[in-house]
């Protein structure tokens, strides 16, 4: 059910829309009703759980060096991101902040937007966390400017995210790889910097490799890593798997990882 519901979900919400807006041309209220009925499945499969994995942590190698701290962390809350829709149930962002004495803050009030070169994380490498075969590499979106004062994040939160989130994977994780490490876990690096990755399609990676940059491509407010681990090769049908850091607790928000 999950994987129907999630492949569709922009289907559901544009056929939802055209009933909705024509049902006066053809007299009938009904109309009126499925579209609406459409475009809330469509947006309710973001938020529901549909397809259940029950499985124990796996255990990966940290995808950073450094100093970076836990951001949208599902050691504080599950869903970590407020949705389960591709995979991300137990996703975790990683901010790159190697300075100690200064406190990191998701909004600034100016300014207003930001290149994404004026942050510390943007081309820091990216590793493997798992060793496999990859099985999706994409590098072509651009690393747009930041989104993190106070109007850059209502129209990220109100029109950008949205828009991302019901188009799917490919607007959501922006440049990304994706490894197979075997048993049915596949391992997702996110918001990678255009032209970075390092891996093809079909070629073996071991834990630890480095694999690209990261970068400031898709659903983003500045540049970061976004790691998850989920049960199937695409995100749109893929439910989330936990896992933990060998050698390291999983970082709450705001708290280092430093590896």
Known sequence: ???????????????????TLTSPLHHEVWLSAGGAALIMLGVASAWLPIRRVDREPVTVLPPVRGRWLGVNSPADKV???????NGQTYAIDFVYWPDEDVEWKAVRPWPMVQQPTA???FGQPVFA???GTVVHAADRR??????????????????EGPVRELIGP?????NHVVVDAGDGTFAVLAHLRRGSVSVEVGQTVDAGDRVAECGNSGNTTEPH?????????????????????AGHATP?????LVS
């Open 1 to 19: 059910m999950r994987s129907v519901v999630m492949a569709t979900r922009l289907p559901l919400i544009l056929i939802g829309i055209a009933l």
């Open 79 to 85: 869903p970590s991101h407020g949705v389960h829709s």
């Open 119 to 121: 942050f510390p994380g």
């Open 142 to 159: 651009r690393d747009h400017w930041s989104r993190k004062s106070w109007p850059a994040l209502a129209y990220f939160f109100i029109v």
């Open 170 to 174: 490919s607007m959501l994780l922006g």
């Open 129 to 131: 966390p798992v060793t």
């Open 252 to 256: 709450g928000n705001g708290e280092p």
């Open 225 to 245: 890593l976004h790691f998850q681990l989920m049960d199937r090769r695409r995100a749109s049908t893929a439910a989330g798997i936990p896992f933990r850091f």
